[in-house]
């Protein structure tokens, strides 16, 4: 999926895309892990899947070796879900570990994560997440 660079990000910044997560799309790193968490939320909606794949960390319980069938995975969830808003609630950060607590609604219900990002060879990856309550 695409958007035009002017289109409001999909992350619900407040700020344009190509201000936003456009760039970390691209390739820039994101500075810090609130970034991160951001631009991999936007990549879910425009259905990225190696944004995600390349953002995740190996110790993740979700990271794959089989990349075409991770990859797979990821499209079908992208494409069965209706991403309709983020909020931030918490960040902290360190210099190589930060957590970002999060609400997304997805369709009918929110989903409420505190993620945990690591910092390896100075790029930020997701490494896990505890999942609050749903409503």
């Not at 970034?35 to 259905?47: F, T």
């Not at 075409?68 to 570990?97: D, M, Q, V, Y």
Request: glycine share 6%; hydrophobic share 30%.
């Amino acid at each position: 999926m695409k958007i035009s660079p002017n289109t409001p990000c999909p992350c619900h910044s407040g700020k344009k895309y190509k201000q936003c997560c456009q760039p970390y799309h691209k390739g820039i790193l994101p500075f810090n892990a609130m970034l991160l968490m951001r631009s991999r939320y936007s990549a879910y909606v425009l259905e990225m899947a190696e944004y995600i794949m390349k953002t995740t960390h190996p110790a993740n319980p979700d990271f794959s070796p089989n990349s075409a069938e991770w990859k797979e995975s990821i499209l079908s969830f992208c494409r069965s879900t209706h991403f309709s808003g983020l909020k931030i609630l918490e960040f902290t950060g360190g210099e190589n570990e930060a957590f970002v607590t999060f609400e997304a609604k997805l369709g009918e219900y929110t989903m409420k994560e505190k993620s945990r990002f690591v910092k390896e060879d100075g790029k930020w990856l997701y490494e896990s997440g505890d999942f609050g309550e749903e409503s």
